[in-house]
């Protein structure tokens, strides 16, 4: 079992940054790829960015491309997503996921966190 616990969202106004964190526990971290989802009310879980065990390969969504990026610590088991010029359409809860592979689709990650809110203001 990897046990995830994600950290860092909140209330910010369009344009602005916010970094999220996601402390792994329990099997070894860098054995796992990792990934960040979001889903805003009424939508589906969507990809956002994901990293390979030791961070040689990232993967973005479109829509995050150029402004987010993703980073891991395998010292520190984390993964972090740092998420600039925000825009409302990015306010979503965050969820940080492990699997065995990097990539877009939730089928491929075992493990999930509970989830942090990101709110953007316009």
């Known amino acids: 079992q990897v046990q995830l616990v994600e950290s860092g969202g909140g209330l910010v106004q369009a344009g602005g940054s916010l970094r999220l964190s996601c402390v792994a526990s329990?099997?070894?971290?860098?054995?796992?790829?990792m990934g960040w989802f979001r889903q805003a009310p009424g939508k589906e879980r969507e990809f956002v960015a994901a990293?390979?065990?030791?961070?040689?390969?990232?993967f973005y969504a479109d829509s995050v491309k150029g402004r987010f990026t993703i980073s891991r610590d395998n010292a520190k088991n984390t993964v972090s997503l740092q998420m600039n010029s925000l825009k409302p359409e990015d306010t979503a809860v965050y969820y940080c996921?492990?699997?065995?592979?990097?990539?877009?689709?939730?089928?491929?990650?075992?493990?999930w966190g509970q989830g942090t809110q990101v709110t953007v203001s316009s």
């Open positions: 996921a492990a699997g065995s592979f990097a990539g877009r689709w939730r089928n491929m990650y075992d493990y």
């Open positions: 329990g099997r070894t971290f860098s054995n796992y790829a």
């Open positions: 990293i390979s065990w030791n961070g040689g390969s990232t």
